[in-house]
């Protein structure tokens, strides 16, 4: 269990660590939340507190002139030292509270870290209950998965998942057009993560003309009281085998059993415009019974404006 006043598993000394390994140079601590540095292009660089949960964004008072002012200060003073050109808070509270952060001077981020609009399941019932909680389609494609004897199988830290994985992971980008991280960066995070049992993966596998075949494949965190869905992957063939949907309820039973009470499947699209690139995975996630949970999401700190305007630019040219 973690500590109420801190919740996130994005502000979890495990996550620095791994975040360290994997992109950012430098990490501090204000007020205990966690400021990561990333090194940008020409000597600049950027700031980031990812997932900021509203009990600490209370405690640093940030709206409050007098007390808001010391942590900005604080911000300002890492800032120089870096050569930063923002600062970016991601806030992990419901889009509906008003943080009142023009009051220093934020701005709505042009583009998000973590994905605003969440789906997330209820795992806290029984299993009746979750069942129940599904679609019919859902419960159907569960079923069809059970009678073609789908195995899914999981691990902390061999790996044999992390190859399954990664193999469908990849293949999955390429399929869609879409950027993917590199293997070391999921070896990194099952090394330093799975070893505290807080990461594991998980892969689906059939048994097809006499050959075991991996189908799915997925890494998902167990944390406090919330299982995060972080990363997946599926075969374009043998999808009449409803293998992800298998996959999908075997790791809420085990977050279950470890005593979770939400199943976080992350991000979906805003809305139900079929054309939308997240459509098909939204409509999948949505199968399984739960609701929309939408966060403030990131607000930037602007502190050299002509090279943030630059690097925005920079930053939607790369990413069409």
């Known amino acids: 269990m973690t500590d109420p006043m801190n919740p996130s598993f994005f502000q979890s000394p ?6 360290l390994k994997t992109g950012y140079e430098k990490s501090y601590r204000i007020n205990d939340i966690l400021v990561l540095q990333r090194s940008l292009t020409l000597g600049r660089s950027m700031l980031y507190s990812p997932m900021v949960s509203k009990a600490q964004l209370d405690r640093i008072q940030i709206t409050d002139n007098r007390k808001g002012n010391i942590f900005i ?3 300002k003073k890492i800032a120089q030292d870096n050569k930063a050109i923002f600062y970016r808070l991601e806030l992990d509270i419901p889009k509906t509270v008003n943080c009142r952060l023009l ?16 789906w997330i399941v209820d795992i806290s019932k029984n299993e009746d209950e979750i069942l129940a909680g599904m679609k019919q389609k859902g419960r159907y494609n569960i079923r069809v998965a059970e009678k073609n004897n789908i195995a899914v199988t999981s691990s902390n830290i061999t790996v044999e998942e992390l190859d399954i994985f990664y ?24 090394d330093i993560l799975g070893k505290i049992d807080y990461a594991r993966a998980y892969a689906a596998k059939s048994k097809v003309d006499g050959k075991e075949v991996p189908l799915a494949a997925a890494i998902v965190i167990f944390y406090a009281e919330e299982a995060l869905y972080l990363y997946g992957g599926s075969s374009d063939e043998h999808k009449n ?13 085990d977050a279950k059993k470890a005593g979770m009470e939400k199943y976080n499947f992350l991000g979906i699209a805003p809305t139900e415009d079929p054309n939308h690139p997240w459509a098909g995975i939204t409509r999948f996630k949505k199968q399984f019974g739960g609701e929309q949970r939408d966060i403030a999401g990131s607000y930037d700190l602007v502190l050299k404006p002509i090279e943030y305007q630059m690097f925005k630019i920079a930053e939607k040219i790369r990413r069409k």
């Open 73 to 75: 200060g604080e911000i």
């Open 14 to 19: 495990e996550w620095e660590q791994f975040k």
């Open 167 to 190: 193999d469908l992971y990849s293949k999955t980008g390429k399929r869609k057009k879409v950027a993917f991280r590199g293997k070391a960066y999921f070896e990194n995070l099952l």
């Open 103 to 118: 009051s220093v001077d934020f701005k709505k981020s042009f583009e998000e870290m973590q994905p605003e609009n969440n």
């Open 241 to 253: 085998l409803m293998a992800p949907y298998l996959l999908h309820w075997k790791i809420m039973l």
